[in-house]
């Protein structure tokens, strides 16, 4: 069921893999997404990433082809979602590194 779900996002995503739009580093001879008002090489969206990196092998873009495909071409199997809705959490402070920016005072208060 795993591998079927997969391959059906697979499909899904071929169709309109470059949405939104890939740009390419040629320094850094990678993929990136547009967020917010910058490049972020980092960002994957499900398989689209994957068929852009092909499509891009395929037009020669790449410098390194094979290190390019290596580091898209994967299954990517969920290891589990949860929603905060469901687990009840008594505070939500954000994402992580949040704690680190807290000043002494807001620390004590979370005591």
Known sequence: AVIEREVTCMCIDVISFNEPKPF???GGDRLGYKLM???DYDVAYRYKTAFAHLEAVDKNIFK???????RTLCLQLPCGKFS??????ECILGVSGTLEALSDYEKK???
Not at 84 to 89: L, S, V
């Open 37 to 39: 008002d910058g490049i």
């Open 64 to 70: 390194n082809p094979e290190a390019a495909l290596k």
């Open 24 to 26: 390419y580093d040629r």
């Open 84 to 89: 905060y809705a469901n687990i009840k959490p």
């Open 109 to 111: 208060v979370m005591e």
